[in-house]
């Protein structure tokens, strides 16, 4: 096992290197890893840590199979009909690049022992994206409700055994996966059988103060560090396009729509964080991107990650087995216009084919070397050339997986942790107490030369979102919209400095941006890079 930077072809072959027969894996690695009573788990109450170790662990898409079999035929998912060929045999590891098989338990088993041992007592919290069951890829042994809570149960177990236990006190802070739904990608609004299993699988890592909250959603925070550093896990379910049993997000006074719901419960929270002086991250399974979210979902988490740039540090997702990251920006918010790379990004991974007998069909570091070369310049170098204007962009993170659909990865984020002394921030009470807010602090005042109007006061807190959402005359309600064909980004280039002050480029509500703020500028809470590890 090394750590790399970047993903590069391993030695995790399709044919395992020393096989072993089904009779002798419950003996040996296959065997599930054996736990703790998850009742000895820490509180979910946020304790200031003594010290920062500046990293923490982003893990994504384990995908446990316990109907994995080595040497099991790749096209029966891995779980029967041994092949008479050996390229078409499943690893004793799993089988990379393709995505027919899972995890077996001895990739899951290697994946947790290794975290335990190499980087359970390293890490400050630890971050994880959900889809923690199998795929629905074998009709011959379907997927059941109750599989899909118990494999969660397990994981959830084996997680709480390595991080958060009578030794560690490692937070965790975990979100749904759209397979971590029975029938895959259908969730209704709650409170719901499914909020109220995941209230109880996750009872020792939601905060008890978000479970009435968590059983309307399945979402929540939760504080890191105490009045510093918050994560707030969102259920994006309600936001992806291939939930129909969702209205993707209206936009409109007093909708029940659960997308729109947590849109607006995600509002307030960033509001109070923000008061209180702190720093937040967020995290979800599907990514945020027009290929991938209701076009109303979409532009309203845009909305308010431009919004709030001064207050979120990172926006971390998985999903998508493959990692990446990419923008969110204020021109595409404002014309419903994606570029290239984030409405043809989705499809074209799930078009990519590559075994070790043949080469990629489709390049994704040129696709994305291509979309960076369309960012406009640090400086402006001419006078027709806009410079970059850093208000305007929010970075999306990535992850890998751990099931090998390429190769299983996790990510170590390293964050600036210097000069770190515990309760720097503000509390709930003294928000409370204090009606002045958190003016003072130069952090989250606007820059003088930013041309975004403050936010001293709430009085619009009550005023309907933008209208980048609203149903395009002529359609139907609940038709289904192409992404990015809304409006005619050739009338009005936000991007242009002397467009900026026009009422077609101005968000309604203020924004937030500063240049000293931790996503902009290297202070504390700053994310510095990641160590990505890979299995060879």
């Not at 199998?134 to 599989?147: F, K, L």
């Not at 729509?257 to 849109?263: E, F, H, I, V």
């Not at 937040?280 to 991938?292: D, L």
């Not at 920006?329 to 074209?348: I, R, Y």
Request: hydrophobic content about 30%; aromatic content about 10%.
């Amino acid at each position: 096992m090394r750590r790399l930077l970047l993903l590069v072809p391993s030695a995790l072959s399709l044919a395992a290197a020393s096989p072993l027969q089904r009779n002798a894996i419950v003996d040996a690695q296959q065997a599930p890893f054996s736990i703790d009573d998850r009742s000895t788990a820490a509180s979910t109450e946020p304790v200031s840590p003594k010290k920062l170790h500046g990293q923490f662990l982003h893990i994504s898409d384990i995908h446990p199979d316990p109907w994995y079999i080595p040497k099991g035929r790749v096209s029966t998912s891995c779980h029967r009909k041994k092949p008479r060929r050996e390229r078409e045999k499943a690893g004793f590891w799993g089988v990379p690049y393709t995505e027919s098989c899972d995890s077996p338990d001895s990739l899951v088993n290697l994946t947790m022992k290794w975290l335990d041992k190499e980087w359970a007592d390293k890490l400050d919290f630890v971050i994880w994206t959900g889809d923690s069951a199998r795929h629905d890829t074998d009709h011959e042994i379907p997927r059941t409700a109750e599989e899909i809570f118990t494999l969660n149960r397990r994981t959830v177990a084996q997680m709480e055994h390595v991080f958060h236990n009578k030794q560690r006190k490692v937070p965790i802070v975990v979100t749904l996966g759209n397979n971590d739904m029975y029938p895959h990608n259908i969730m209704y609004p709650g409170p719901n059988e499914v909020t109220h299993e995941y209230a109880d699988i996750w009872k020792n890592i939601v905060p008890f103060d978000s479970y009435s909250v968590f059983l309307r959603g399945a979402y929540y925070s939760k504080e890191i560090i105490p009045d510093q550093l918050a994560v707030i896990s969102l259920n994006t379910l309600y936001f992806y396009d291939s939930n129909k049993a969702v209205d993707g997000c209206p936009d409109k006074k007093h909708s029940d729509d659960p997308g729109r719901l947590q849109l607006n419960w995600l509002e307030v929270q960033l509001k109070q964080y923000r008061k209180r002086k702190m720093q937040v991250y967020i995290i979800g399974h599907v990514p945020p991107t027009m290929g991938n979210y209701y076009p109303e979902c979409y532009l309203g988490y845009g909305q308010l990650a431009l919004r709030f740039q001064d207050t979120i540090v990172g926006h971390i997702f998985g999903h998508m087995n493959v990692d990446h990251f990419f923008f969110i920006d204020a021109h595409e918010l404002h014309h419903g216009v994606s570029p290239p790379f984030l409405t043809q990004l989705w499809n074209k991974i799930k078009s990519f084919s590559w075994t070790p007998t043949s080469k990629p069909r489709y390049s994704l570091a040129k696709t994305l070397k291509q979309d960076f070369r369309s960012l406009p310049p640090h400086k402006s170098t001419d006078n027709e050339t806009e410079a970059i204007n850093y208000d305007d962009y929010a970075i999306v993170n990535v992850g890998p997986s751990v099931v090998p659909a390429y190769l299983p990865s996790l990510r170590i984020f390293s964050y600036n942790a210097t000069n770190w002394t515990p309760s720097k921030g503000a509390s709930k009470e003294d928000v409370e107490a204090e009606a002045t807010g958190p003016q003072e602090d130069e952090i989250f005042e606007e820059d003088m030369d930013d041309d975004h109007e403050d936010d001293d006061d709430d009085d619009d807190d009550d005023e309907d979102d933008e209208d980048f959402g609203e149903t395009e005359p002529g359609k139907k309600k609940g038709s289904k919209r192409h992404h990015g064909h809304r409006h005619d980004p050739d009338k009005i280039d936000c991007t242009l400095k002397k467009n900026r002050d026009l009422e077609q480029c101005i968000f309604k509500k203020p924004r937030h941006a500063s240049k000293r703020s931790p996503s902009r500028r290297n202070t504390l809470w700053t994310p510095l890079g990641y160590t990505q590890v890979r299995w060879s």
